[in-house]
């Protein structure tokens, strides 16, 4: 491999220089018109007025209520490891913004672990103006990794308290969790946003390799790829989000995407709109998912549709693949309450022990022990395991 410079293999590269060490600094510029796929930089401002609004349904919580656009930042460091240890520090920090209606990306790279406060400084920097973090698996990864440099080094008054982060894998995972093995931005990008990543592209598990033949070799050629990669995780988000915030706009207007986890989706809208709610289980419902029977079910008992409620009970059991109490105790809340039997009642919950499997675990015990007083009431008596099995 030629030998290269930074400068020379990243020529609009500049050094900065801070209090502490010197950071290399590349700054690319997006127009609105530039597209991320089939998703251009302006559609985000179509999200304005809704942008909290829309956060705080995609993160399932009031908290992104609080997010102000003009604040935001897309984050996407890039590490030594990914483990949280004294010795895994960041090298390579991607952050992108919005400048009026151009999105910035400016990313900061250290030549040597021995500069890495200077990257710290500029992280400082940025955090005191901007301090609305969008990440991707950040929750878990990039914005620890921070607050982990940030409490080695000691030397620096930023509280990540102050921060909030929104990580898009969580709301990823809440629209198509189930449908992909590995809910990466590159499988979200290729589905999505019909966006291919070009051969300069390297896989994430590389990078920290890449890196360390950086440091013994000190050739560039090593880094342009890393460079390469970060840009685009941070533009992925950007396109992944205003994705996100489309689907959101079509469920509000009654609108259902195919290729979502209804199930999942129908969670984010069951207190802001019960039809949204009931219409997402409802086509889950037809597509087979086991999984929207359950919260299906308390739908109908909620609305008192017994005969509907009852339907669902018996198909849970139908296509029972591992023992659950739920369908059993509620069949035979149905039967004593509504149909009045106390024999069906009791018949269930003979069943349910029948098939409950392993009586030696805790939770199985517990069960049992619901179950015995449940026979205890119906049968007015007391009656042992052994004594209501053999009686059946």
């Not at 302006?42 to 999200?47: A, G, K, Q, T």
Request: charged share 30%; proline share 2%; hydrophobic share 40%.
């Amino acid at each position: 491999m030629e030998f290269k410079t930074l400068k020379e293999i990243l020529p609009d590269g500049e050094w900065v220089f801070t209090p502490f060490k010197e950071v290399f600094k590349l700054k690319n510029r997006f127009n609105p018109s530039d597209k991320i796929g089939e998703i251009k930089i302006s559609d985000i401002f179509n999200y304005k007025e809704n942008f909290k609004e829309f956060l705080s349904i995609l993160g399932k919580s009031k908290e992104y209520k609080n997010f102000e656009f003009d604040k935001i930042l897309f984050l996407d460091v890039e590490s030594t490891g990914y483990k949280f240890s004294a010795g895994n520090l960041i090298f390579l920090i991607g952050i992108g913004y919005f400048s009026k209606d151009k999105f910035i990306i400016e990313q900061y790279f250290i030549e040597d672990p021995l500069n890495e406060m200077g990257l710290l400084f500029i992280i400082e920097s940025f955090f005191k103006e901007r301090n609305h973090i969008i990440t991707y698996n950040g929750k878990s990864f990039d914005f620890y990794a921070i607050r982990d440099r940030f409490i080695f080094s000691n030397k620096f008054e930023l509280k990540l308290s102050n921060a909030m982060n929104f990580d898009l894998l969580h709301s990823s995972r809440r629209l198509w969790g189930d449908l992909f093995e590995y809910l990466g931005l590159q499988t979200l990008e290729k589905k999505f946003l019909k966006f291919n990543r070009s051969d300069d592209d390297v896989p994430g598990y590389l990078i920290p390799e890449y890196y360390k033949n950086y440091l013994k070799f000190r050739n560039a050629s090593y880094i342009k790829n890393i460079f390469y990669h970060n840009l685009m995780d941070v533009l992925s988000m950007l396109g992944i989000l205003v994705y996100q915030f489309n689907i959101v706009k079509m469920i509000l207007n009654y609108e259902y995407p195919e290729n979502i986890n209804y199930v999942r989706t129908a969670e984010l809208f069951k207190t802001i709109d019960k039809k949204i709610y009931k219409d997402l289980l409802l086509i889950a419902f037809r597509e087979g998912e086991r999984e929207s029977l359950k919260p299906l079910y308390n739908l109908y008992k909620k609305e008192k549709d017994f005969d509907k409620s009852y339907q669902i009970l018996n198909l849970m059991l139908e296509s029972e693949r591992e023992f659950d109490y739920f369908p059993y105790k509620e069949l035979c809340i149905y039967y004593e309450r509504v149909e009045k039997s106390k024999d069906k009642a009791i018949d269930i919950l003979k069943k349910a022990l029948k098939n409950i499997g392993d009586l030696s675990l805790k939770e199985n015990e517990k069960i049992v022990d619901d179950i015995i007083k449940r026979l205890d009431r119906l049968k007015k008596g007391k009656w042992s395991f052994s004594e209501i099995m053999k009686n059946d």
